[in-house]
């Protein structure tokens, strides 16, 4: 969908533009799959839905920020935690790489964009869970603060080879 959103203006553009709409293309697609799938459906979907499952769902869901992390709470810090966080940041560079490139924007949407980007991944995780009735993946702000910080990151690596490449000519 955004490959085919982002076509529209590609016969006009170089070279360059067209294969960084290639593999952010190819990225943007690898990453919905890793997200949002395998979803699975349970055999007694729809039956296995009920109030007391989405009261569970609702309440497990993590609202407190580096909550359980082992950073700043009583829980002990663990590996998963740091690769979670870690992993949340760094699957999202790409998106402030690139969209501001393909989409020549500016600071501002950027900052909307990249709020976006993890309150849109965590909100359809939560949809799926509520929907499957299935332990999906934990619905978390921590995910939609690194996520946020993730596009953030890039957006700033893109302004200084922005930067670097006006300097320099190239």
């Known amino acids: 969908m955004i490959f085919l959103t982002a076509g529209f203006s590609l016969r006009q553009r170089n070279f360059k533009y067209r294969?960084?709409?290639?593999?952010?293309?190819?990225?943007?697609?690898?990453?919905?799959?890793?997200?949002?799938?395998p979803i699975m459906i349970p055999e007694n979907w729809p039956h296995n839905l009920s109030r007391d499952v989405i009261k569970e769902t609702l309440r497990q869901v993590n609202l407190i920020p580096l909550r359980n992390t082992g950073i700043f709470d009583s829980a002990p810090l663990s590996a998963k935690g740091i690769h979670d966080l870690i992993v949340n940041l760094l699957m999202t560079i790409p998106i402030g790489l690139t969209i501001p490139y393909l989409f020549s924007m500016r600071t501002g949407p950027v900052f909307l964009l990249a709020a976006a980007t993890g309150l849109i991944f965590e909100g359809i995780e939560?949809?799926?869970?509520?929907?499957?009735?299935?332990?999906?993946?934990?619905v978390d702000i921590n995910d939609v603060i690194m996520n946020t910080l993730g596009?953030?990151?890039?957006?700033?690596?893109?302004?200084?080879?922005t930067w670097f490449f006006r300097k320099s000519g190239i």
Request: no cysteine.
């Open 126 to 138: 939560l949809l799926v869970k509520l929907m499957t009735g299935m332990y999906y993946h934990m």
């Open 151 to 161: 596009v953030l990151s890039g957006y700033v690596v893109y302004r200084a080879l």
């Open 19 to 37: 294969l960084i709409h290639f593999f952010s293309s190819i990225y943007f697609i690898t990453l919905i799959g890793l997200v949002f799938f």
